[in-house]
């Protein structure tokens, strides 16, 4: 069982940034995919980043590519996302979640292969 607390949304100005985090629970922290994924009010779970166990290879979806940054520290069983230069269309609640089955370019990008999930947090970029 993991659990999953995000943290650090919150209303910032088109341009602005923002830095979300993720505390897990347990102890095979360090053996997961983790990953981002937004939902904006009547849109489908986007893709936004996932980083392998080790930090050392990442993923991201083409709308936040070159703005967002995601990164992890196994020692606090935190993942981290940087969203810089944001957009009133990353207007959305943010979630992290644990895959434990693909770190391919299709399975990072698949909600179902991800078996657990934080709460979410809301991030609001006004224009």
């Known amino acids: 069982q993991v659990q999953l607390v995000e943290s650090g949304g919150g209303l910032v100005q088109a341009g602005g940034s923002l830095r979300l985090s993720c505390a897990a629970s347990?102890?095979?922290?360090?053996?997961?995919?983790m990953g981002w994924f937004r939902q904006a009010p009547g849109k489908e779970r986007e893709f936004v980043t996932a980083?392998?166990?080790?930090?050392?290879?990442?993923h991201y979806g083409d709308s936040v590519k070159g703005r967002f940054t995601i990164s992890r520290d196994n020692a606090k069983n935190t993942v981290y996302l940087q969203m810089n230069n944001l957009k009133p269309e990353d207007t959305a609640v943010y979630y992290c979640a644990v895959n434990s089955e693909s770190f391919s370019y299709a399975g990072v990008r698949n909600p179902v292969r991800y078996g657990y999930w934080g709460q979410g947090t809301q991030v609001t970029v006004s224009s």
């Open positions: 347990g102890r095979a922290f360090s053996s997961y995919v």
């Open positions: 980083i392998n166990w080790n930090g050392g290879s990442t």
